[in-house]
């Protein structure tokens, strides 16, 4: 079991920038496959960046790619997504995901949710 909880969204202007956090707590940390999906309004939930076990890899949603950066820290427990050049089309409430399958998290999203942090992007 790992319980997620998201920090670091809000409102910002078109171009800007903002870094969210996801601290994990439960079982190791390094065990999981980590991701991030985004619920816009009216839409269905989407994949946005994925991270493997120990950060080598990552997988981006050629949406965000150029743009936006996933990372992790296993020693602090902490996942991040550092959003640049962020556009009103960004605006979404964004979940951290984990599982300790790739695919399951590159797909629809894995076993193990956060409550999500609203990002506003206003143009």
């Known amino acids: 079991q790992v319980q997620l909880v998201e920090s670091g969204g809000g409102l910002v202007q078109a171009g800007g920038s903002l870094r969210l956090s996801c601290a994990a707590s439960g079982r190791t940390f390094s065990s999981y496959v980590m991701g991030w999906f985004r619920r816009a309004p009216g839409k269905e939930r989407e994949f946005v960046a994925a991270i493997s076990w120990g950060g080598g890899s990552t997988y981006n949603a050629d949406s965000v790619k150029g743009r936006f950066t996933i990372s992790r820290d296993n020693a602090k427990n902490t996942v991040y997504l550092q959003m640049n050049s962020l556009k009103p089309e960004d605006t979404a409430v964004y979940y951290c995901?984990?599982?300790?399958?790739?695919?399951?998290?590159?797909?629809?999203?894995?076993?193990?949710w956060g409550k999500g942090t609203l990002v506003t992007v206003s143009s």
């Open positions: 995901n984990a599982d300790v399958r790739l695919l399951s998290v590159q797909a629809t999203g894995g076993d193990y």
